[in-house]
């Protein structure tokens, strides 16, 4: 079959299964509601390298912030093996069917990082992250960044399913000079994240939301988030706004006195993922931030860093920042209905690794293991609470 013919066949293949995915859409209006679960079930997911070791002391620290709704039979912890790298490659899937089905059996995920096969490893498998946000349709990556003292609160709604990522494994070449990927956008993908940062803003005394695009040069489906977010703008009248181009969106985070405007900011996928981690920098880098990946049935918190398989060869792991996975179950707690217990928690964490910093993680065995972080946050809520 001559190539075009070849490619054609391919494209029209994608267009279909996006198609399918609009009607999906279209079909899933209600957001779960977990105060009428009878359970809430908690699945643990470790991950690979350094993800077991500190995903399980966040998960000591939900057990005990969740001790008596864990007796009451209201909350439900399941642990979820087999997420990892060589399972994955074994069965030439971004997420093993068996993990995934005990996956849905849960309402909400404590997920550690996973390692992400590139190129160069030589088998075309998705990210797990990216797999998972698409099979449960997470489709809004919400990452909070506070830095008090230098007037920063940022709350980043990031796309979490189209853009770039809906089709980056699904790229393809045409011949030998020419490469093809796709980037992705829907009208009910675009209106939803929108729409959530609106919410979001609206339900937490936010003031401003910024939309941040390259709608001048990506103009079909920039252009279809930048026009959505203007006309969506129209319901919130109270709510100031304004949109930046993605480029010096990045410039103006550095500047001191400018970036103080920003509350929050909603943005397509691939966008998100670098200003997050730029923004997760000043303060104390991507370790220290959590992430909350939110759909209308499931929804899922990780940790932001990666799996750092190095500190796992030297033996090291047990050594590993927990703050981020910690950052990310509170995040939880509070998604599912416990704002009070997770403020306890950001608290406290907030009290040991910034102010008192009694215990101190150096990744080595010269710093504390994350077990002993884990126990002094643990104490200091106890501590706080008999204050
Ligand atoms: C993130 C990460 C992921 C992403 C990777 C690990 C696939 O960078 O969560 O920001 O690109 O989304
Ligand atoms: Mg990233």
Known sequence: MDKIEQAKEKFGALIEEQLKRVEKMKADKDFIDYSTLPVIKIGIVGGDGIGPSITSQ??????????????????????????????????????????????????????????????SDKVNIESANVAMRKELDLFANVRPVRIPDEGIDWTFYRENTEGSYTLGSKGFNIDD????????????GTERIIRAAFEYAKNNGKKRVTCVTKANIIKTTDGKFLNTFKEIAKEYPDIETDDWYIDIMTAKLIDPKRRKGFQVVVLPNLYGDIITDEAAEFQGGVGTAGSANIGKRYAMFEAIHGSAPRMVDEGRDKYADPCSIIRAASMLLSHIGYAEKSKKLDKALDICTQTEKKVVITGKSDGATSAELADYIMETIKENERI
């Open 58 to 119: 966040a998960q000591r620290i939900l057990e005990f912030l969740l001790k008596d709704e864990v007796e009451k039979g209201r909350v439900e912890f399941k642990v979820i093996n087999g997420l990892t790298i060589e399972n994955r490659i074994a069965a030439l899937k971004a997420i093993p069917d068996d993990v995934l089905d005990e996956i849905k059996q849960c309402h909400v995920i404590l997920k550690g990082p996973t390692t992400t096969p590139s190129a």
């Open 177 to 188: 000079d020419l490469s093809f990927d796709f980037t992705v956008a829907t009208t009910d």
